[in-house]
């Protein structure tokens, strides 16, 4: 399933430009988690899970981690 355009990182854009498929999911942000037990929300395995931060460095600037 592809992300509505304005919902996209670049990785997934890029992702979208080599033709691979990928699935995006989303759940309730607690900043104390780690990507192992994110991971196991999503009920997918730790070595497939790949977790994108997103952060704010000041005003008008996003940034993609």
């Given at each position: 399933m592809k992300a509505k355009k304005n919902d996209k990182t670049n990785v997934m854009r890029l992702l979208d430009s080599m033709n691979i498929e990928y699935e995006s999911h989303t759940y309730e942000a607690n900043p104390t988690m780690t990507g192992v037990e994110i991971a196991g929300i999503?009920?997918?395995?730790?070595?497939?899970v790949f977790k994108t931060l997103v952060t704010r460095a000041r005003p008008g600037l996003t940034m993609y981690l």
């Open positions: 999503l009920g997918e395995e730790v070595e497939r």
